[in-house]
């Protein structure tokens, strides 16, 4: 009975000196997990040291000092403050802001590098444009220009002068002889030369004498190149150029209820009638034209003085009121009795120039339409 009690013993010794380890293994834990104080602000608790001091069963074993656990370093979001974004905007999801500002940079210098090379490019091909014009021109031989004056009379042509074709003149026949015939009287006496190329019935309130009018036109004879005479029927050109390039003669009778001829009406370009080639003003300056053209028609003016038309009263504008008016015709009328007791008794001569579109200018007449008219009555 004794052994048991003697280990009964020893277990209670034992226990008895672990429970001071324990106690100060709890209040270690419990200071080291209290937050950390200031020992000058807080003492220590008397009891608790005289408790540990004071253990009469055993000395507790030194506890272990817990080391410090080391703070998290605070880091920056943004390290580099150089590389902050522009905008509040949240980066690319896809690639950082710094790769894309680096690409950008390089996109900008390929533009750059693309518009130097074309530029030296665009340089380069003015530069050996030039050279080649400069040596082309080197290359030319030079010209002598001999002077006009050296040329030979047969070389020296208008350039400006049109071709025209020459005409055989012809004059203006008599038409006081005509009056009283009849139209194959009249046929006759004007001969081979005049056609008769139409008639026509006329009822005109205005002239109740007159019923019939015949049209007469004279056949042109045309110089071919061999200087023959040759007549519109026998000439190459096309019948439209024919009539627009060949001049017109032409008389125009007019008969009463009886048949005989009491008016006659004459035109004629005045290129037939070897007119000189001169202005409107400078024709007309002498009695000239006037007095040989009553004087070929068989008429004796009476009481007639001449005087030369006012060259402005003679004009006629496409619009009188614009600064840049052109002259398109300019005509006058020459008026006067017949001396004699049978046959027509007045007379009227007209002149026109005709410029068609219009010039800026009388002394531009070299183009000119000019006719003449002639009315015995």
């Given at each position: 009975m004794s052994e048991p009690n003697e280990s009964q013993s020893q277990t209670e010794a034992t226990a008895a000196s672990a429970a001071p380890r324990l106690d100060s293994e709890a209040a270690a834990f419990e200071q080291a997990a209290a937050p950390a104080t200031d020992p000058t602000l807080e003492p220590t608790s008397p009891t608790a040291t005289s408790l540990t001091a004071t253990s009469p069963t055993a000395t507790p074993e030194p506890e272990p000092t817990p080391e410090p656990?080391?703070?998290?370093?605070?880091?920056?979001?943004?390290?580099?403050?150089?590389?902050?974004?522009?905008?509040?905007?949240?980066?690319?999801?896809?690639?950082?802001?710094?790769?894309?500002?680096?690409?950008?940079?390089?996109?900008?210098?390929?533009?750059?590098?693309?518009?130097?090379?074309i530029l030296v490019v665009a340089l380069l091909s003015l530069g050996f444009l030039g050279y080649r014009i400069i040596a082309d021109d080197a290359a030319l031989p030079a010209v002598d220009l001999t002077p006009a004056t050296e040329l030979p009379d047969e070389a020296l042509v208008e350039p400006s002068a049109?071709?025209?074709?020459?005409?055989?003149?012809?004059?203006?026949?008599?038409?006081?002889?005509?009056?009283?015939?009849?139209?194959?009287?009249?046929?006759?006496?004007?001969?081979?030369?005049?056609?008769?190329?139409?008639?026509?019935?006329?009822?005109?309130?205005a002239n109740p004498d007159i019923r019939e009018l015949a049209t007469f036109s004279f056949t042109v004879q045309s110089k071919g190149a061999s200087g023959q005479l040759a007549s519109p029927s026998t000439m190459t050109m096309p019948a439209t150029m024919a009539d627009a390039a060949?001049?017109?003669?032409?008389?125009?009778?007019?008969?009463?209820?009886?048949?005989?001829?009491?008016?006659?009406?004459?035109?004629?370009?005045?290129?037939?009638?070897?007119?000189?080639?001169?202005?409107?003003?400078?024709?007309?300056?002498?009695?000239?034209?006037?007095?040989?053209?009553?004087?070929?028609?068989?008429?004796?003016?009476?009481?007639?003085?001449?005087?030369?038309?006012?060259?402005?009263?003679?004009?006629?504008?496409?619009?009188?009121?614009?600064?840049?008016?052109?002259i398109i015709k300019q005509t006058t009328i020459f008026s006067g009795r017949i001396d004699g007791e049978d046959g027509p008794v007045a007379w009227t001569l007209t002149v026109i120039y005709d410029y068609g579109m219009g010039v800026s200018d009388s002394s531009e007449y070299r183009e000119a339409s000019r006719m003449l008219y002639l009315k015995i009555a």
């Amino acid at each position: 009975m004794s052994e048991p009690n003697e280990s009964q013993s020893q277990t209670e010794a034992t226990a008895a000196s672990a429970a001071p380890r324990l106690d100060s293994e709890a209040a270690a834990f419990e200071q080291a997990a209290a937050p950390a104080t200031d020992p000058t602000l807080e003492p220590t608790s008397p009891t608790a040291t005289s408790l540990t001091a004071t253990s009469p069963t055993a000395t507790p074993e030194p506890e272990p000092t817990p080391e410090p656990v080391p703070a998290a370093p605070i880091t920056d979001p943004n390290p580099n403050p150089a590389l902050e974004p522009d905008s509040a905007e949240p980066p690319s999801p896809f690639k950082p802001i710094s790769e894309q500002r680096i690409e950008k940079a390089r996109r900008t210098r390929v533009v750059l590098t693309a518009l130097i090379l074309i530029l030296v490019v665009a340089l380069l091909s003015l530069g050996f444009l030039g050279y080649r014009i400069i040596a082309d021109d080197a290359a030319l031989p030079a010209v002598d220009l001999t002077p006009a004056t050296e040329l030979p009379d047969e070389a020296l042509v208008e350039p400006s002068a049109p071709a025209e074709l020459d005409f055989e003149e012809t004059v203006i026949p008599e038409l006081t002889p005509l009056f009283g015939l009849t139209i194959d009287e009249i046929k006759t006496k004007l001969g081979s030369d005049w056609v008769l190329s139409k008639t026509d019935v006329i009822d005109d309130p205005a002239n109740p004498d007159i019923r019939e009018l015949a049209t007469f036109s004279f056949t042109v004879q045309s110089k071919g190149a061999s200087g023959q005479l040759a007549s519109p029927s026998t000439m190459t050109m096309p019948a439209t150029m024919a009539d627009a390039a060949l001049p017109a003669e032409s008389i125009y009778a007019s008969f009463d209820e009886d048949g005989v001829c009491i008016d006659i009406y004459y035109s004629c370009d005045m290129r037939l009638l070897a007119y000189p080639l001169k202005s409107f003003d400078e024709l007309l300056a002498t009695p000239d034209l006037v007095f040989g053209a009553l004087a070929a028609a068989g008429i004796t003016p009476k009481d007639f003085a001449y005087t030369a038309p006012d060259h402005e009263a003679s004009i006629e504008y496409d619009n009188s009121n614009s600064e840049n008016r052109k002259i398109i015709k300019q005509t006058t009328i020459f008026s006067g009795r017949i001396d004699g007791e049978d046959g027509p008794v007045a007379w009227t001569l007209t002149v026109i120039y005709d410029y068609g579109m219009g010039v800026s200018d009388s002394s531009e007449y070299r183009e000119a339409s000019r006719m003449l008219y002639l009315k015995i009555a």
